[in-house]
Nanobody, 124 residues
Framework: QVHLVESGGGLVQAGGSVRLSCAAS????????MGWFRQTPGKEREFVSA????????IYTDSVKGRFTISKDNAKNTVYLQMNGLKPEDTAVYYC?????????????????WGQGTQVTVNS
């Protein structure tokens, strides 16, 4: 089984920073694409960022480019999302997810494994 556990969420002021972590079971992070998604009440879950088998395979949604950075530590089997310059519209539950292939996708439906989510709230 694949287990993904997010941590690092919380309450932050606009303009502040938060780093999310996703700890995965098995040799997941090194082999497969790992993604971050977010969801607010009443809205569909949306893609934020993902990192593939290759460290150069990183993708971001336009609204977070230049503010968020995805990274991973294969030895710790952990993926990170460094979020800087946070805005109130970044407020959401953030989910970690994994594909079954090394390459990344923007599509929520192509990630079969999900964590339980961590809340990030940005106050204006």
């Amino acid at each position: 089984q694949v287990h993904l556990v997010e941590s690092g969420g919380g309450l932050v002021q606009a303009g502040g920073s938060v780093r999310l972590s996703c700890a995965a079971s098995g040799r997941t992070v090194a082999r497969y694409c790992m993604g971050w998604f977010r969801q607010t009440p009443g809205k569909e879950r949306e893609f934020v960022s993902a990192i593939g088998w290759s460290l150069s395979d990183k993708i971001y949604t336009d609204s977070v480019k230049g503010r968020f950075t995805i990274s991973k530590d294969n030895a710790k089997n952990t993926v990170y999302l460094q979020m800087n310059g946070l805005k109130p519209e970044d407020t959401a539950v953030y989910y970690c997810a994994r594909r079954d292939v090394p390459f990344c996708s923007y599509s929520t439906g192509e990630y079969p494994y999900w964590g339980q989510g961590t809340q990030v709230t940005v106050n204006s």
